[in-house]
């Protein structure tokens, strides 16, 4: 299961309007997806499920390079 405290703090910390804590962001967000499988990721609940992903493509379309 996927700590909700920590993902919700990561979700929190990518709309951050500092681009280096968004960068650090991203690579905390990777690492997590990395460490808990992409299959648990997919078996979360919906909305946790959602948050994740538009969260991710909100960083994949950030205007730094640091952070796509």
């Given at each position: 299961m996927l700590p909700y405290f920590l993902a919700d703090t990561l979700l929190i910390c990518c709309s951050h309007q500092n681009a280096i804590v968004r960068t650090a962001?991203?690579?905390?967000?990777?690492?997590?997806?990395?460490k808990v499988g992409v299959d648990?990721?997919?078996?979360?609940?919906?909305?946790?499920?959602?948050?994740?992903l538009i969260a991710g493509s909100?960083?994949?379309?950030?205007?730094?390079?640091?952070?796509r």
């Open positions: 962001c991203a690579r905390l967000l990777v690492s997590l997806v990395s648990k990721v997919m078996t979360q609940t919906r909305d946790m499920r959602d948050k994740i909100n960083l994949l379309t950030e205007g730094s390079l640091d952070t």
